[in-house]
């Protein structure tokens, strides 16, 4: 006889086990399969997705101690602090970052059992309706739900003729289990995965080589956040080349070379000890017998979903990286959650438009809502203000004084239309000006609302006097 749940969530990543969390608070009976193991000693399925396990808490981990490191020996003895010549353990600090991510995936079994969620072992797939329900085949049996929420989530993109074995080439993956720090380090693509892990591997000593397609620098940020972002990278120590074509690569037992054009059109060889291809992610729709039961797909292999995350099929739901918007863990979060509320008559809802987006670099790159070039193309009136952490005293006590805010303000209403952040502790200090805009918040508000003294966040204060025209302290 098949188990049956009124909701049957695909997935367990920051989406899928939100949402089966979420739904299961609500009084629906929720299960919640799983099936790929990661890096699990007992070669169990683990919760978490692609963020927790290989993604989002990992690199985080690693940039810490990376950042910790390149403190120790580059900017401790302006402070006073001789610590000597600092060397890097990497299988101490890889080990590090496991146990949290054990910690944490081990978390969310817990919060299951709290929530009284069931956790099936096994790839989801769909067989087809029976009545009003679904029947899924959860590995090696079938399940029944009233209601089926995919959230299956991405895989990195790989590019043709590139094998990646996370040995010498790696996709995100590999990235975070080198097991010694390269000499010489290629990463293809200068996205968010490129930057972050181009920055741990270069602060603990790697010779670091981007080589980004893409003409502009961080293109879908505010052009004075890339441009200021770009100085700052370079002056690190990352090599970043754009506008360039990929040509062949060829990987050795310890080494790979790979060709390419620049800009100019000059062609030109870069030999590395390890390769990163960071060049983006496409959805996990594989597997799931879509076709078969009518699910549908657009050409980029998304499922096509409606505002609150209903598909074609009665009582099927998709979240997170699967569908349409920013493939971000918080997004797909949010989505869970309303897909869950709605399915109990509430009103959930999600606004991209308060999505915040952060870069984990040093300094961290934080931004939410348009940018200046976005607010221009659809010709409406702004006005700006930008405050650089030069003249805080916080960030001077820090030693932190690269970057700004810049906030960007209707020009006839004051509404937030976008708060852009290059700056220490940035992701941070993203979510007053989400707070805000979540809010219909004006520059005024923000700009007459007490910020405690030091703090990073009086610069935020700071840019919205400066939409006024009425800055204090620069």
């Given at each position: ?303 096509e979903v409606d505002d609150h995350c209903r598909t074609n099929l009665p009582g099927v739901w998709a979240v997170g990286d699967v569908v349409r918007g920013p493939m971000l863990a918080h997004k797909a979060m949010e989505e869970g959650i309303m897909v869950a509320e709605v399915m109990a008559g509430q009103a959930g809802h999600c606004d991209f438009n308060t999505v915040p987006w952060v870069i984990y670099t040093s300094p ?111």
């Amino acid at each position: 006889m098949s188990k049956e749940f009124d909701v049957l969530v695909i997935g367990g990543g920051p989406g899928g086990y939100v949402a089966a969390i979420r739904a299961a608070q609500l009084g629906f009976k929720t299960a919640c399969c799983e099936s790929n193991p990661y890096a699990d000693p007992k070669g169990e399925p683990r919760l978490g997705g692609t963020c927790l396990n290989v993604g989002c808490i990992p690199s985080k981990a690693l940039l810490h101690t990376s950042h910790m490191f390149e403190e120790a020996g580059h900017t401790f003895a302006d402070q006073g602090i001789n610590v000597g010549t600092p060397k890097i353990d990497v299988a101490k600090m890889v080990g590090r970052k496991n146990g949290i991510v054990d910690q944490l995936t081990s978390g969310i079994k817990g919060l299951f059992k709290k929530n009284k969620v069931t956790q099936l072992n096994g790839h989801g797939s769909f067989v087809g309706q029976k009545g009003d329900a679904w029947e899924v085949k959860v590995g090696d049996e079938t399940v029944v739900a009233k209601q089926v929420i995919v959230a299956t989530g991405s895989k990195a993109r790989h590019l043709p003729g590139v094998p990646v074995d996370n040995k010498i080439v790696c996709d995100n993956v590999g990235a975070l289990d080198l097991d010694a720090v390269p000499k010489k380090l290629a990463v293809i693509g200068a996205g968010v995965i490129g930057l972050e892990m181009g920055s741990v591997w270069r602060r603990l000593g790697s010779e670091v080589t981007v080589l980004e397609a893409m003409p502009d620098f961080l293109a879908a940020t505010d052009k004075d956040v890339a441009k200021e972002a770009l100085k700052i990278f370079t002056k690190q120590g990352l090599n970043i080349n754009l506008g360039v074509k990929i040509g062949e690569v060829k990987v050795g037992k310890k080494n790979v070379s790979i060709s390419y054009t620049d800009k100019d059109g000059a062609e030109h060889k870069l030999d590395a000890d390890r390769l990163i291809v960071s060049v983006g992610r496409v959805p996990n729709t594989d597997g799931l017998n879509a076709e078969a039961v009518g699910l549908k797909l657009n050409e980029r292999g998304m499922i096509e979903v409606d505002d609150h995350c209903r598909t074609n099929l009665p009582g099927v739901w998709a979240v997170g990286d699967v569908v349409r918007g920013p493939m971000l863990a918080h997004k797909a979060m949010e989505e869970g959650i309303m897909v869950a509320e709605v399915m109990a008559g509430q009103a959930g809802h999600c606004d991209f438009n308060t999505v915040p987006w952060v870069i984990y670099t040093s300094p961290e790159i934080a931004w939410v809502g348009k940018t200046e070039q976005q607010l221009k193309a659809e010709g409406i009136d702004f006005r700006a203000g930008k405050i650089p952490f030069a003249f805080n005293g916080r960030a001077m006590g820090m030693a932190a004084p690269d970057g700004f805010v810049k906030m960007l303000a209707d020009a006839k209403t004051d509404r937030i239309l976008g708060v852009h952040i290059v700056g220490a502790n940035a992701s941070e200090m993203i979510a007053e000006a989400v707070v805000a805009m979540e809010f219909a918040g004006s520059s005024e508000d923000l700009a007459r609302i007490c910020h405690a003294h030091p703090t990073m966040s009086e610069v935020v204060h700071e840019a919205g006097l400066a939409v006024l025209k009425r800055p204090l302290h620069a």
